[in-house]
C-alpha cells in the first residue's frame, strides 16, 4: 500500500458533524420518543407502539382499541411536542450564550420566557384574538412581549455594563421575571376563569398538547431554528468577542437584530403552548459543550437533538413518577438544573 | 494601496474629544507608528480606523469612503488585531485561525474552499503554532495567545494591518517574535502596516513612519528619523527623551 497521496492531504476539514453521526442522532431521538410513547398509564410494548404509528402514518383503518386511542390522541402529541419544545429551547439556549458570549444566558436567565408568558396571558385575559386562527393572538403576543423584554433587558444592562457580565445579565433576567411574575398574578386574580393555572405559566406543562400545536412548533423551529443553524460561524464569531467578530467581517448589528428576533420567537411559539419550562435552555447546551466542544456548528444541531432527548425524558418523568397524578414538567427539569446551573456556576467561579 | 484619514474627531463624551482635527496617510511598504503618551488617541485612532468606534471626518481606502464598505469586503483589506482577546470558550487555535476566513466565505451556504485551508496552515507555520493547532486557546500563554490571533489576520489576509499596542502584555522574547513576524508579513508586496505603539525603542526599531499624538492632536508626522527629533519628543512626553534612553542603555554597556 502506498502512503496517501499528497492532495489527499488537502480533503477539506469538516467543522460540523458527518452524515452518519447525524443519523444516530435522529435515530436516539427516536428512540426515546417510541420509549416516550410506549410509557405512561397504560403501559404498550414498543412492537405495538410501532405498529400502532405505523397504521397511524400509512392511514389503514385501525381498530379503535382504547390503548391505540389514547397513543394516537393523546400520548403522541403531547410526546412530539416535548421534543420540538425542548429542541427549540436549547437551540435558543445555545444561540444566546454564544451571542453573549455567556454561559450562563438562555431564556430562562434572561427573563425572555416569563416576558413571552405575560404577553401570553395579557392576550388571554384581554380576549384578544384574530378571528379564524385561535392561537394567533396568544402566540403572537408572546413572540412580541419575548422581543420586547429581550430589548429591555439587554437594553438596560448595557446601560449598567457594557461587557454583558453574568451578573449584570442574570440580575437583570432575575428582577424582570420576578416583575412579570408579580404581573401575571395580579392578572389571574381579576380575570378568574378565563387563565390556566399559574403553575402553568411558572412552571410550564405539556399536558393537552395538540396535533395543531405540534405543528406550529414544527414550523417554527424549521423557520426560526434554521435561521439560527445557518448562523453557525457568525455565533462562533460572537462567541470569540463581538470586536473580533467584526474585525473578521459580520456584520454585527444585523447578526444581532436577526438572532435576537428569531430567539424571541421560537421561545414566544414554545411558551405560548407550554408554559414556561425553566433551565432546558441552559444546561443542555452546555452539557452538549462538554461533549462536542464550543464550536456552534456541532454545539447547536446537538443542542437540538440532546435537548429533544432530555425534554422527552422529563416529561416521562412528570407523568410517571407520582402517578395518577402529574407533576409539572417545569418542575422535573427545575430539579435537575438546579443542580447543574449551581455546579456550572461553581466551575465558572473557579474560573474553569 | 493607500488608507487615509482626513479631519479625524472622536467623541466619546459630548464636547471633550478624544481626538480631534486629525490627518493620517499610509501607503503599501510603510510601517506607521502611531506614538504619543498614554491618552494622547493612539488607540482610538486604530478603532476609528477598524470602523470600531463613531467618528466625524472622513477614512478612504484607495479613495474610497470606509463607511460604504460592506463588512466582509472591509476585512478583506482591513485586519485588526487587539490588545489583548479574552476568550470564555475553549475554542481550538485553529478554530480562532479559521475565523479569519469568515470575510473571504461568500454567504450561508458556501463550502469551504482548499484555498481557505491551505492559508490556514500556512497562517499556523508562520507563526509557529502547528503543534498548538489542537489545542484550546484557554490552555495557551499570553504570548502563545497574541500569536493566534495574529496567525488569524495572517488568514483573513487583508493589505493593511491595525494592530492596537499588541505587545503591550507580552514579555521580551514574544514582543520581538511578534514583530518580526509583522515584519516578515510587510515584506510582501502590497501591504502596509499601521501599529500603536507604546514603547519609542521598538517603533524606532521596526517602523518606517511615525505620527506623533499629543492631547488627541497630531503633533508631527511623516518618517520616522523626522518626527523622532528632540524637539518633537520633549514637547509631547514633556521630558528629555534621548537623554533618558541613553541612560537606561547606559546600563547594558
Known amino acids: 500500500m502506498l502512503p496517501c497521496p499528497i492532495e489527499y492531504m488537502h480533503v477539506m476539514k469538516r467543522e460540523g458533524f458527518s452524515l452518519t453521526t447525524h443519523i444516530l442522532l435522529i435515530a436516539a431521538v427516536f428512540a426515546a420518543l417510541i420509549v416516550s410513547v410506549s410509557v405512561g398509564s397504560v403501559l404498550l410494548p414498543f412492537d405495538e407502539t410501532l405498529r400502532i404509528v405505523w397504521r397511524m402514518l400509512t392511514g389503514s383503518a385501525q381498530q379503535a382499541s382504547s390503548s391505540s386511542a389514547i397513543l394516537v390522541h393523546v400520548r403522541i402529541p403531547r410526546v412530539l411536542a416535548a421534543a420540538l419544545t425542548g429542541a427549540s429551547l436549547s437551540l435558543c439556549g445555545g444561540a444566546m450564550q454564544g451571542l453573549l458570549r455567556n454561559p450562563l444566558a438562555d431564556g430562562g436567565t434572561l427573563g425572555v420566557s416569563s416576558g413571552a408568558s405575560l404577553g401570553a396571558v395579557l392576550a388571554i385575559a384581554l380576549g384578544i384574538s384574530i378571528p379564524g386562527l385561535p392561537f394567533a393572538a396568544t402566540t403572537g403576543m408572546a413572540m412580541l412581549f419575548a422581543f420586547l423584554s429581550m430589548l429591555l433587558i439587554l437594553g438596560l444592562s448595557y446601560q449598567f455594563d457594557r461587557s454583558f457580565s453574568t451578573q449584570t445579565l442574570i440580575l437583570m433576567g432575575v428582577i424582570f421575571s420576578m416583575f412579570t411574575g408579580s404581573l401575571i398574578s395580579l392578572m389571574m386574580a381579576f380575570s378568574g376563569e378565563k387563565l390556566r393555572s399559574i403553575t402553568f405559566w411558572t412552571m410550564g406543562s405539556l399536558a393537552g398538547s395538540t396535533y395543531e400545536n405540534v405543528m406550529i412548533l414544527l414550523a417554527a423551529i424549521a423557520l426560526f431554528g434554521g435561521v439560527l443553524l445557518l448562523s453557525s460561524r457568525e455565533f462562533n464569531a460572537f462567541a470569540v468577542g463581538e470586536q473580533n467578530a467584526l474585525h473578521v467581517g459580520v456584520a454585527v448589528r444585523r447578526v444581532k437584530i436577526t438572532v435576537m428576533v428569531a430567539v424571541s420567537a421560537l421561545i414566544g411559539v414554545c411558551v405560548s403552548i407550554g408554559g414556561t419550562i425553566g433551565f432546558v435552555g441552559l444546561i443542555v447546551p452546555h452539557m452538549v459543550r462538554l461533549l462536542v466542544g464550543p464550536n456552534h456548528r456541532k454545539l447547536l444541531p446537538a443542542s437540538a437533538y440532546f435537548g429533544a432527548i432530555f425534554l422527552l425524558l422529563c416529561d416521562l418523568i412528570a407523568r410517571t413518577v407520582v402517578s395518577p397524578l402529574e407533576l409539572p414538567i417545569g418542575v422535573v427539569t427545575s430539579l435537575i438544573g438546579a443542580v447543574v446551573f449551581i455546579g456550572i456556576f461553581r466551575r465558572k467561579a473557579k474560573g474553569g | ?253
Open chain 2, 1 to 253: 494601496m493607500q488608507i487615509k484619514a482626513e479631519k479625524l474627531r472622536v467623541c466619546y463624551t459630548e464636547g471633550n474629544p478624544v481626538l480631534s482635527n486629525v490627518n493620517m496617510e499610509a501607503v503599501q511598504g510603510q510601517w506607521l507608528m502611531l506614538l504619543g503618551p498614554n491618552g494622547a488617541g493612539k488607540s482610538t485612532l486604530i478603532k476609528a480606523l477598524s470602523r470600531t468606534i463613531a467618528y466625524e471626518g472622513t477614512i478612504k481606502i484607495n479613495d474610497r469612503d470606509i463607511k460604504t464598505i460592506p463588512p466582509r469586503k472591509l476585512a478583506r483589506v482591513v485586519g485588526v488585531l487587539q490588545q489583548s482577546n479574552p476568550v470564555n470558550y475553549a475554542f481550538t487555535v485553529e478554530e480562532i485561525v479559521r475565523l479569519g476566513r469568515y470575510a473571504h466565505s461568500n454567504g450561508i451556504f458556501s463550502k469551504p474552499l482548499a484555498e481557505d485551508e491551505d492559508m490556514v496552515n500556512q497562517a499556523l507555520e508562520w507563526t509557529g503554532l502547528n503543534d498548538l493547532r489542537s489545542r484550546s486557546i484557554l490552555s495557551l500563554s499570553g504570548g502563545e495567545k497574541q500569536r493566534a490571533f495574529l496567525a488569524q489576520v495572517f488568514a483573513q489576509n487583508p493589505s493593511i494591518l491595525l494592530l492596537d499596542e499588541p505587545s503591550s502584555s507580552l514579555d521580551l522574547k514574544h514582543q520581538q517574535r511578534l514583530f518580526e513576524l509583522v515584519q516578515k508579513w510587510l515584506s510582501m508586496p502590497d501591504r502596509c502596516v499601521i501599529s500603536a505603539v507604546h514603547d519609542l525603542s521598538l517603533a524606532k526599531k521596526y517602523g518606517s513612519h511615525a505620527l506623533l499624538l499629543s492631547k488627541g492632536e497630531a503633533v508631527a508626522g511623516g518618517r520616522i528619523q523626522d518626527v523622532f527629533s528632540d524637539a518633537n519628543l520633549s514637547r509631547v512626553y514633556s521630558m528629555d527623551v534621548r537623554g533618558w534612553m541613553k541612560d537606561m542603555l547606559a546600563q547594558w554597556v
